[in-house]
């Protein structure tokens, strides 16, 4: 019975002075839920931006004419720099820690496909062997393009998933079947899936060659693509490679309107800064808010123990240690900190929940998640500091004579 008394007596001390006792629960109560809640949506964000580069070699830069902007040897800006096969090639052969380079071609909308009685429109592209580093193309059945497949302009695809669906179904395999594109066969080698979603598995992959033979002969490409070797600066390369180009194509070093430039490098490096800068946000902005809550735990168990020094008086002089008292009063202060710190966690995880069940994504927002461990974790840091918070007032308690508190009014 003492047990519960001891717990009953703390509930009808918190009770009495309900506002009082409301406001400060809250207090904690907002600060673990905006640290829950702040954890959730920096998660999405994180996981947002990283679905950018989820798709594509983070150590890969992206090239493609765009138009001149700067008035250069007598030539006017506005003109169209249009790249070529000829281009990769001389870049292969100038700059070295270049690896997987490919140039991509591809016919501006999709055409139809044949297999048997089934049509389809796909996306056709030409490219190199390397691209599908670039890319992450996953391999699922037979082999990727090879260079003999480019040096021999060979009329071999690799075919998406979605390909395989809409053309093979579930009882024919791909693999060794000859497909009709815009007339002309070619043999299946390999079928591959991609993370980059619905349209690039509706990619159909040729042979530069190839490509050039079957549908257009020039030597134009829309992008020309590499990574670069470990070891080696992007920047440096980027920089080295829009110099080069600006020689073959006769536009000026400085224009960075010639050239689209896509570093996926560079960019992966600044997005990483981001992502330290949303966590040391979350940190602080969280840490600061539950410290202004067990700031009012103080103040409040201050309060508490000025209140009740003729009862803590009359404990005394009954029998009552210090250390019975100090007990006490941290008691109630880890109570009030435990419970609000508890239902904010709950209602934290609940939000978060809810805006996964509705759905709400974006390019740079998808899919919040609160990590248990590191909202446990902060709901630990809570207790304790719900305790330390309760330790001064409950120690100031502990030392008040019984004489002085019985005169206490």
């Given at each position: 019975?003492?047990?519960?008394?001891?717990?009953?007596?703390?509930?009808?001390?918190?009770?009495?002075?309900?506002?009082?006792?409301?406001?400060?629960?809250?207090?904690?109560?907002?600060?673990?839920?905006?640290?829950?809640?702040?954890?959730?949506?920096?998660?999405?964000?994180?996981?947002?931006?990283?679905?950018?580069?989820?798709?594509?070699?983070?150590n890969s830069i992206w090239l493609r004419g765009a138009k001149a902007s700067i008035l250069y040897a007598g030539l006017n800006p506005g003109r169209p720099i249009i790249l070529t096969i000829h281009d990769l090639e001389a870049l292969r052969a100038a700059i070295p820690g270049i690896e997987n380079l490919t140039p991509r071609?591809?016919?501006?909308?999709?055409?139809?496909?044949?297999?048997?009685?089934?049509?389809?429109?796909?996306?056709?592209?030409?490219?190199?062997?390397?691209?599908?580093?670039?890319?992450?193309?996953?391999?699922?059945?037979?082999?990727?393009?090879?260079?003999?497949?480019?040096?021999?302009?060979?009329?071999?695809?690799?075919?998406?998933?979605?390909?395989?669906?809409?053309?093979?179904?579930?009882?024919?395999?791909?693999?060794?079947?000859?497909?009709?594109?815009?007339?002309?066969?070619?043999?299946?080698?390999?079928?591959?899936?991609?993370?980059?979603?619905?349209?690039?598995?509706?990619?159909?992959?040729?042979?530069?060659?190839?490509?050039?033979?079957?549908?257009?002969?020039?030597?134009?490409?829309?992008?020309?693509?590499?990574?670069?070797?470990?070891?080696?600066?992007?920047?440096?390369?980027?920089?080295?490679?829009?110099?080069?180009?600006?020689?073959?194509?006769?536009?000026?070093?400085?224009?960075?309107?010639?050239?689209?430039?896509?570093?996926?490098?560079?960019?992966?490096?600044?997005?990483?800064?981001?992502?330290?800068?949303?966590?040391?946000?979350?940190?602080?902005?969280?840490?600061?808010?539950?410290?202004?809550?067990?700031v009012g735990v103080t103040n409040v168990m201050f309060i508490s123990v000025k209140e009740r020094t003729r009862e803590i008086g009359i404990r005394k002089a009954l029998g009552a240690t210090p250390r019975t008292i100090l007990g006490m009063i941290l008691q109630e202060a880890l109570m009030l900190t435990l419970i609000s710190?508890?239902?904010?966690?709950?209602?934290?995880?609940?939000?978060?929940?809810?805006?996964?069940?509705?759905?709400?994504?974006?390019?740079?927002?998808?899919?919040?998640?609160?990590?248990?461990?590191?909202?446990?974790?902060?709901?630990?840091?809570?207790?304790?500091?719900?305790?330390?918070?309760?330790?001064?007032?409950?120690?100031?308690?502990?030392?008040?004579?019984?004489?002085?508190?019985?005169?206490?009014?």
């Open positions: 019975m003492g047990f519960v008394d001891h717990w009953r007596d703390i509930f009808v001390t918190l009770r009495r002075h309900k506002l009082r006792t409301f406001l400060t629960a809250f207090g904690v109560f907002w600060g673990i839920l905006m640290v829950v809640i702040l954890l959730g949506i920096g998660k999405g964000l994180e996981r947002g931006i990283s679905q950018i580069f989820k798709d594509d070699a983070y071609k591809q016919l501006k909308t999709e055409i139809p496909v044949k297999f048997g009685q089934k049509t389809g429109a796909f996306e056709i592209q030409g490219i190199y062997p390397g691209n599908n580093v670039i890319e992450k193309t996953i391999l699922l059945e037979g082999r990727l393009l090879n260079p003999l497949d480019v040096a021999e302009a060979r009329r071999v695809a690799v075919i998406g998933t979605r390909v395989v669906e809409i053309l093979f179904g579930k009882d024919e395999l791909p693999v060794g079947q000859r497909i009709d594109i815009h007339g002309t066969s070619y043999l299946v080698v390999g079928t591959f899936t991609d993370v980059g979603g619905e349209g690039e598995l509706r990619r159909i992959y040729l042979p530069f060659t190839a490509f050039q033979r079957s549908f257009d002969p020039s030597p134009e490409i829309e992008w020309l693509i590499f990574t670069i070797k470990d070891g080696f600066h992007s920047y440096p390369h980027e920089e080295r490679v829009r110099a080069l180009l600006s020689e073959r194509h006769r536009f000026s070093p400085v224009d960075h309107g010639a050239l689209d430039i896509w570093n996926v490098i560079e960019d992966y490096k600044k997005f990483q800064s981001l992502f330290l800068g949303i966590h040391v946000f979350v940190t602080v902005v969280g840490m600061g808010t539950l410290f202004a809550g067990l710190g508890y239902l904010g966690l709950v209602a934290g995880i609940g939000v978060i929940e809810l805006l996964r069940s509705f759905g709400i994504e974006a390019e740079y927002f998808r899919e919040p998640e609160v990590d248990l461990k590191v909202a446990f974790g902060a709901l630990v840091v809570l207790i304790l500091g719900g305790v330390t918070a309760g330790y001064i007032p409950a120690r100031h308690a502990a030392r008040i004579h019984p004489i002085e508190a019985l005169r206490h009014e």
